[in-house]
């Protein structure tokens, strides 16, 4: 298994709506990364977490939350978003960084299209 | 302030001819370079990389060229096919892989006509 799966593909919420965004993989990564996308815009680093444990924030506003309950997968709670966090976000896997002296490739799932009205 | 710039928005390019796609950076930390494509409604999928202490890497029709003078890099597609046709996003890693942060350019939409 060579995929990262990101539930839901599509969230429409609200200001005052509490989501959350999943990510998954099986592929023994123990390095997961949540990205964010806007339009025409590049994939820009929010979060890293490495051997489950969070080692960047790309100081990310609070009402993001990441969670990573174990080694396949990687939560974010979403609260109070501001319309402008609409927005692809992206989760990816690697193995982790630093480890072997190569880089390791990061892989990268589909994206949940975020719409907050 | 873009470390990483990738000047053409699009590209277009007949098929069988060669896709030339290119990279600036500011950032002289940067050592480890990567090309992903993306197609709509997916996430970018890795496609070829280069370290900072090569000048060229080759698979298959890609190979990535690196000028660390120039600060540039180039992903040549040869021959281009029409399922080539996508965004193609350059990235770039200052921390030798330490922390796997990716800083990537704007990306360029390539379109190869049959």
């Known amino acids: 298994d060579t995929e990262v799966t990101q539930t839901p593909k599509h969230l429409v919420m609200g200001m005052t709506n509490k989501k959350s965004l999943k990510c998954e993989q099986h592929m023994g990564h123990r390095a997961m990364y949540w990205y964010k996308q806007k339009a025409k815009k590049p994939p820009e680093l929010m979060f890293v977490y490495s051997y489950e444990k969070l080692s960047i924030n790309e100081s990310v506003p609070s009402r993001f939350s990441p969670e990573c309950p174990n080694s396949s997968l990687l939560n974010l709670h979403l609260h109070a978003l501001q319309p402008e966090d609409s927005a692809l976000y992206l989760c990816a896997s690697s193995q982790p960084p630093g480890g072997s002296g190569a880089y390791n490739e990061q892989f990268f799932g589909p994206g949940t299209r975020l719409t907050v009205l | 302030d873009q470390q990483v710039k990738q000047n053409s928005p699009s590209l277009s390019v007949q098929e069988g001819r060669i896709s030339i796609l290119n990279c600036d950076y500011t950032?002289?930390?940067?050592?480890?370079f990567l090309w992903y494509k993306k197609y709509p409604a997916e996430g970018p999928t890795f496609l070829i990389s280069i370290s900072s202490i090569k000048d060229k890497n080759e698979d298959g029709r890609f190979t990535v060229f690196l000028n660390k003078s120039a600060k540039h890099l180039s992903l040549h597609i040869v021959p281009s096919q029409p399922g080539d046709s996508a965004v193609y996003f350059c990235?770039?890693?200052?921390?030798?892989?330490?922390?796997?942060?990716?800083?990537f350019g704007k990306g360029t939409k390539l379109s190869v006509k049959p």
């Open positions: 990235a770039a890693s200052d921390d030798g892989g330490s922390q796997g942060n990716l800083i």
């Open positions: 950032n002289s930390m940067f050592d480890y």
